[in-house]
Every structure is written in C-alpha cells, then in structure tokens.
C-alpha cells in the first residue's frame, strides 16, 4: 500500500469498511493491537454507547444512527486533530469527511462464506439476504471510490483468516512507512 503524506498528522487514519460479516471489528481490533498507541473506534459500538442511535429501521433490522451526533464526537476525540493515530470501523464511508483519511480498506467477501457468518450471528433470512445483496452489488466498494481518492481505497479479500493475516500486515506496513508531510 502506497504512502500519502498531504496531511500533517503525526500517524495516519485508516478506514476499514465494507458489508457487515466481512470481518471489520476483527480486523480492526488487530490492527489497534498490533500498532502500539493506536486507538480504535468501531462506530456502530460508539452511537450505542454514547446514545446517539436514532429510530429503528424496521426495514433493515437494524438502529439508525445519529450522524450528525456521531460525527461531532469523532471529530472531538481523535479525528479532528493533527496526532492521527485512529482506526475506524464502520459498514458505510460516504458520511465521513474525506480529510479524515488516509487510508480507506474495503473488505470484500465470497458470498457463500458471508452468508454462513451472517447466518451464525442469527440474522433474520431477509436481513442475510439484503447484506449478501449488498456484497454482490459491491456497493461499498463503489461508495468508497465514489467518497475517497481513488489512490488511497485498497480492495482486500477477507474471506480466511490468512486473508486477515494479510491484511492486518498491509496495513500495519502503511502505519509505519508514514511520514508526516510537516
Ligand atoms: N477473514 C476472515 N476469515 C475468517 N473468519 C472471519 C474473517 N473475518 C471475520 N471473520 C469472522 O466473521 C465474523 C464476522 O466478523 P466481524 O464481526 O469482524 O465482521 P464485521 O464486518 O465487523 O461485522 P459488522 O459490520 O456487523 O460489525 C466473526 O465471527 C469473525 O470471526
């Protein structure tokens, strides 16, 4: 992965995204752990916590959350700044400010192996079906190109824990090739 540096953070910001079940959290996780001062924030986890959840969507089966609100605190606590040092997990890109990263991964997963995790997390058959929908379509893939210079979205299987391996060392490669352009 290439190295950016039109920012003057200290360390950089990685986004990973992509349909739920691909393996965000647990790649992020790994990543926060491997990367020593690295802080991570999983969004889904952070509205619920913080309370800032909107209706439930009874159509996507899932708590809507309050972007505005979400975004606000982002920006307050790690996003905002110079020092970087962030990863985020989250299964959208399109509502973060672009400038807040440096390095967008999207994970991509065949749909079989999508469809037996969602299936072990117990979602509702309709709820499997529009997240597998999601996957075939690309959509995020596509939302990431269309929110994010094309030089900085990575497209990375995730489909074996080999696939994690890879990728948690690609991109703690990037973390530490980065240098601050200031
Ligand atoms: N590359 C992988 N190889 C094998 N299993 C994986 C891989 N990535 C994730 N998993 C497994 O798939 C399940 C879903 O992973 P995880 O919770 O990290 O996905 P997620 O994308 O963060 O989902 P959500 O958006 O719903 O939070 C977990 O049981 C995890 O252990």
Not at 40 to 50: F, G, P, T, Y
Request: hydrophobic share 35%.
């Amino acid at each position: 992965m290439g190295k950016s540096a039109a920012t003057p953070r200290r360390k950089p910001n990685v986004l990973i995204t992509g349909t739920p079940g691909t393996g965000k959290s647990s790649l992020a996780e790994r990543v926060a752990a491997a990367v020593e001062g690295f802080k991570r924030i999983d969004v889904s986890q952070l509205a619920k916590e913080q309370d800032m959840l909107e209706e439930f969507d009874e159509e996507l089966d899932t708590h809507v959350i309050d972007e505005d609100k979400v975004l606000d605190h982002m920006e307050e606590h790690g996003l905002g700044g110079d020092a970087g040092g962030v990863v985020v997990d989250y299964h959208g890109c399109d509502l973060f400010p672009e400038r807040w990263f440096d390095l967008v991964v999207v994970l991509t997963c065949d749909n079989a192996v999508l469809y037996d995790r969602l299936q072990a997390r117990g979602y509702s058959d309709k709820k499997i079906r529009g997240n597998v929908e999601c996957e075939i379509f690309q959509t995020l893939v596509e939302e990431a190109r269309d929110s994010y210079e094309e030089s900085i979205v990575k497209v990375c299987a995730s489909d074996t824990i080999d696939d994690m391996e890879e990728n948690e060392k690609a991109i703690v490669e990037f973390v530490g090739a980065w240098k601050s352009s200031v």
